[in-house]
């Protein structure tokens, strides 16, 4: 539904509910016509609501699609890369202020997309911050909304990561490998905000 159409819904309600308004006589009301005018009204101030909230939800759609114009799109998600370095919390916190969380890859297509990305648009040699980290239970790595890893892509060959212990609670995405490594939160690195659209 465009922005324009719900200009018009919500005329044509305010446009039905103004006769009700005006068709209450000015001498002494019947308390039934006057208890149905009431529902009426509470009716019509619902179904406005109802059409408002829709309207925030479609320029909150609008929004994320002109943020994704700036990225690039992946199946369900955008993501939107971010140059000036920041420690993993700061990062995190312009991600969400701008309506997503840090960028965490959900299968592998998703990972070399992502890493593809990051070399275009950030680095071809900087590492990126992810939004996993194991804050709250050394070894056990969890993504922004506190869900378990269904993918991983840590380095495990050379370095074999994450190999950090209690210093290292944070990861990141190598861009020249696209692998994960495990790092100090406070390190400042640049970022990418990944953003859910439909």
Not at 4 to 29: D, G, W, Y
Not at 65 to 78: D, E, H, N, R
Not at 164 to 175: D, F, K, M, V, Y
Request: negative net charge.
């Amino acid at each position: 539904m465009h922005l324009r159409s719900v200009k018009l819904l919500i005329f044509c309600v305010l446009c039905t509910a103004q006769p009700s308004f005006q068709e209450t006589p000015s001498k002494k009301r019947n308390g039934k016509k006057d208890g149905s005018n009431t529902a009426a009204i509470e009716e019509l101030k619902k179904q406005v609501e109802i059409i408002m909230q829709e309207v925030n939800l479609l320029k909150e759609q609008q929004a994320l699609q002109t943020v994704c114009l700036k990225g690039i799109k992946v199946p369900g998600k955008c993501f939107l890369a971010h140059q000036t370095k920041k420690n993993f919390h700061a990062a995190n916190d312009d991600c969400m202020a701008l309506g997503g969380v840090l960028s965490t890859p959900l299968s592998g297509a998703e990972n070399d997309k992502l890493h593809d990305y990051v070399r275009q648009s950030i680095s071809q040699e900087e590492h990126i911050w992810l939004g996993i980290n194991d804050m709250v239970t050394e070894g056990d790595w969890f993504d922004q909304s506190g869900t378990g890893l269904r993918f991983k892509n840590w380095e495990t060959e050379i370095t074999h990561q994450p190999d950090g212990g209690r210093s290292h609670n944070c990861a990141t995405l190598s861009p020249t490998t696209g692998r994960w490594f495990d790092d100090s939160c406070r390190t400042e690195r640049a970022f990418v905000c990944e953003f859910n659209i439909v």
